[in-house]
Each structure stands twice: as C-alpha cells, then as structure tokens.
C-alpha cells in the first residue's frame, strides 16, 4: 500500500507560479510511476503530468507542457508539481497518484491505483 497527501494548493493570479508537493508514505520501496491530475468542477479529472519511477521518462498533457515541471525525489519520498504562467483553465483540483512502474509511462486516471486527497488551486484573472 502507499499513501499520498498533497500540499501547496492555494489562490494566485494569472501568471504567477505555485509548486505543489506529494508526500509518499507506505511501501516506498516498490518501483512507482507516479503523476498529477487535475479535476475542475463540471469536469473529468485529466492527466497533467507522470514521472517514470526513477525519474528519467515524463510525459506532459499538451495544455501544461512548457509551463509545469514535475519532478521526484526518492530519498525524500516527495513528488513536485511547479507550476509556472498559471492561467485560469489551470484551476482545479490537483491530485497526485501512484501505479507499479511501467512503459511507456501510463496517463489515464484509471490505470492508477494510488490517490491523495486533493489540493485546491485557484488562479484568479
């Protein structure tokens, strides 16, 4: 089992930058593919970013590719979202999420096992 919980959520302008975090805990020894979502109200969640288990393959959705950055730390158990030229289609909720390894690296909410609660970020216009 491993546990996520998300943080660094918040309000920023139009334009500003935000980093969120995902914490992971449990069995941190097991190679995971881990990535970030994002569900805003009225909408599916949809996939935002992954990151291969050790670090070296990515995969962005086309609407953040060039403006987020997603990173892990494995001695730190600690997964990274920064999140630069926010706009207002970036509100939503963000959620980080974990599966056994694989390759390609895999995009769809459902083939992920693992889910944080959530984190709220607002960008306001």
């Known amino acids: 089992q491993v546990q996520l919980a998300e943080s660094g959520g918040g309000v920023v302008p139009a334009g500003g930058s935000l980093t969120l975090s995902c914490a992971v805990s449990g069995r941190t020894d097991d190679g995971y593919d881990m990535g970030w979502f994002r569900q805003a109200p009225g909408k599916e969640r949809e996939f935002v970013a992954v990151?291969?288990?050790?670090?070296?393959?990515?995969h962005y959705s086309d609407s953040v590719k060039g403006r987020f950055t997603i990173a892990r730390d494995n001695d730190k158990n600690t997964l990274i979202l920064r999140m630069n030229s926010l706009k207002s289609d970036d509100t939503a909720v963000y959620y980080c999420?974990?599966?056994?390894?694989?390759?390609?690296?895999?995009?769809?909410?459902?083939?992920?096992?693992?889910w944080g609660q959530g984190t709220q970020v607002t960008v306001s216009s």
């Open positions: 990151i291969g288990w050790n670090g070296n393959r990515f």
């Open positions: 999420a974990a599966r056994s390894w694989s390759a390609p690296v895999l995009t769809a909410p459902r083939q992920y096992f693992y």
